[in-house]
């Protein structure tokens, strides 16, 4: 479960005058680039400025002076205080007209630099010289948080951590724990590969288009499990693939299935791991997943 959220201030603004005037400049900015949002991609352009300017204070509030990345900077209302800061920052922007308009935007900042493509193709290694640690920033739509968050995972120590915006319910499955409702493979795979905190709320008045839902800011900081090793977390991550399938099964059941081996030798070995055959998958923790794991026998 998410602990609750604080108010990021006073949300009477919202709908304001300058929430009002702010919008506006962004439709009319989306407008002159012909640009469409899109609803099925989820593409939620941030207006209020306020929101902007605290999600910058928080991705800059570590000491240091290593480069940040933001995915996915739309039309920059993040990246030119993220600029403003002196820091090494490069954007990283699938569309090429939100691209033009961004290095026309941060012409003003020798350290702000903008490359085009797809995030999830690229790695920092060739997106980012120099050894420090980077300090990713991104307001990610609902199609792409999953596959985004794998991929800051995979990239492992360049990463210091991720400061991501994501739809409430999205950040609830990611912080879900065992035997919730939102509690699922994805909540396991987090859990396993980094540590989540909680920083703010952001209402649906803060974007245009306007969301029907609130949203989440939360620093994610990647670090594997304490006490495991990369085949481990593998191979939990195979287990639970196999289990959550058949979420009203019993694990057995259900493990047996998917790891094509029958419930009787599932059985055997959730037993062996001191696991009771007859709970559901979404029941088991983090730790109950590597018993599991690391009985013998254990991938058919």
């Avoid at 990246?79 to 961004?102: F, I, N, Q, Y």
């Avoid at 985004?148 to 499955?173: C, D, H, K, S, Y």
Wanted: aromatic share 4%; no cysteine.
């Amino acid at each position: 479960m998410l602990r609750p959220a604080p108010s990021f201030g006073s949300r009477r603004g919202e709908g304001g005058t300058s929430g009002h005037r702010a919008t506006s400049g962004v439709v009319a900015t989306l407008r002159a680039l012909d640009v469409r949002p899109s609803r099925r991609l989820g593409q939620n352009f941030l207006t209020d400025p306020r929101v902007a300017e605290r999600i910058a204070a928080v991705a800059l509030e570590a000491p240091g002076d290593g480069p940040i990345l933001e995915i996915g900077p739309g039309l920059g209302a993040l990246t030119e205080p993220l600029a403003a800061s002196g820091r090494p920052v490069l954007a990283v922007e699938l569309d090429l007209r939100l691209a033009e308009h961004l290095e026309s935007l941060l012409a003003p900042w020798p350290n702000a630099r903008v490359a085009r493509g797809d995030i999830l193709d690229q790695s920092l290694g060739a997106l980012i010289l120099g050894a420090a640690p980077v300090t990713i920033v991104a307001n990610l739509p609902y199609a792409i948080t999953s596959p985004a968050i794998a991929w800051i995972v995979e990239q492992g120590p360049r990463v210091a951590r991720a400061l991501l915006m994501t739809q409430r319910e999205v950040a609830q499955r990611l912080a879900a724990k065992p035997g919730t409702k939102e509690y699922g493979s994805f909540s396991v795979f987090v859990a396993l590969h980094a540590e989540l905190e909680v920083r703010f709320r952001v209402s649906p008045g803060a974007f245009h288009p306007r969301p029907d839902v609130d949203s989440v800011v939360f620093t994610l900081t990647p670090r594997p499990y304490p006490g495991t090793t990369a085949e481990e977390r593998a191979e939990v991550m195979h287990l639970v693939r196999a289990a959550t399938g058949g979420r009203r099964k019993t694990l057995a059941n259900a493990l047996g299935q998917g790891l094509e081996i029958g419930a009787d030798a599932a059985r055997a070995l959730l037993e062996r791991a001191a696991i009771d055959p007859g709970r559901r998958a979404e029941t088991l923790s983090v730790e109950d997943w590597l018993a599991v794991a690391r009985v013998e026998g254990a991938r058919p």
